[in-house]
Structures are given as C-alpha cells and as structure tokens.
C-alpha cells in the first residue's frame, strides 16, 4: 500500500516536472539584428520630401507557450540621420534630444493572428514615446518564418509629430516647414533559437 503510494506521488511529480520542462522549453527569446534590420522615416516639407535612417535599432521579443508576452524596441534619437545635417539638428531639436535621448516602444497585446505556413500577419497594438509623451498606436505587420529562429517582420506605421507635442521643425528663417505627418517603414530580423 505504501509502496503504491509512493508510486502514485511518484509519477504525479515526473508528470509536472515534464510539463514545467515542455512549458519552458517553448519559451523563446528573440532579439532584433541591428546589422540586417532597417527602418525609415518619410517626411514632407512645404521644398522637398525628405528621408531619415534609423542607424540603431535594439528590441527582443518573448515567446511562451507559442504566444507572445512582450516586445520592447529601443531607438536612440542620435541614431537619426539624414543626409543633411542642418535637419539632423532640427531632429534633434524636435525631441528635445537631451532631455527624451530614446524612442521606445512596448507591447499591449497582440491581436487579429493569421498564419498561412510561413508567413504571419498580426495588428500589433502598444505604448510609444516620443519626446517624452508616451501614445497608444495600433498597426498591422507582415511576419516571415525564413529559417528556424529567424524571423522579418514588415510594415508601416503613420503617426503625426503633434500628438506626442513635437513642434515639426522649421528652416531658413521659417521659410521651410516640415509637415506635421510621417511615415515609419521597417524591416526588422528577429533572432533566437528555434522553438522545438
């Protein structure tokens, strides 16, 4: 009697171990390749269209159970470069640079999942802060599984400098005017070891 106990009690904590092992296991941790993934900023002024690089791009995503938990990116506003320099100084100046030295972003939840084979299409929904104001934003991204633990996701994202106060720069006496709407488009690697 006691022996079969034993047994039972046993078996009961082989089984949870096994399950605690699998729950852990499917934990994954993927981390943004800053060398392959890009993103761009598009603009307008009252003269030209201009474009801004994201030179620095860091991030991970957390995976349990097949569902994700969190995303958290991080971009340093020094890290903005167009090519020219005077506006450079003007983005910086936009932010604030000193005082707001990161763009950060932070995951809600993740909704309306589709999954065709490879390929994933999400809305994403979260926290982004800007110069120091922080706004809920919601946009839908295009994922690829390319190779075991190696994801690209793609997308964009409208978001106007006024709703985090960000006054849009101006230039040559306030002759040049940039426009109050931009574009985000990204193509971002995410990294980490395959889920087994």
Do not use: C
């Amino acid at each position: 009697m006691i022996k079969r106990q034993f047994s039972k009690t046993f078996m009961l904590l082989f089984i949870s171990f096994m399950l605690l092992s699998i729950n852990v296991l499917s934990a994954q941790s993927l981390k943004i390749n800053p060398k392959t993934s890009t993103m761009t900023i598009y603009g307008t002024t009252n003269v030209h269209n201009f474009t801004i690089k994201v030179g620095q791009i860091n991030g991970e995503l957390a995976i349990s159970s097949k569902k994700v938990q969190s995303l958290s990116v991080e971009i340093p506003v020094r890290g903005l470069k167009s090519n020219e320099s005077l506006m450079n100084t003007k983005t910086y100046e936009a932010f604030n640079e000193p005082k707001n030295p990161k763009i950060s972003f932070q995951l809600t939840d993740a909704e309306s999942l589709q999954v065709a084979g490879d390929e994933v299409n999400v809305t994403v929904n979260g926290n982004l802060t800007m110069a120091g104001v922080t706004k809920k934003i919601s946009f839908k991204t295009t994922g690829k599984n390319l190779k075991p633990g190696v994801y690209d996701f793609k997308g964009s994202i409208a978001l106007k400098m006024s709703d985090f106060k960000m006054k849009p720069p101006t230039a040559m006496l306030g002759m040049m005017k940039v426009g109050d709407a931009i574009t985000l488009k990204y193509d971002i690697y995410l990294e980490g070891a395959a889920i087994n």
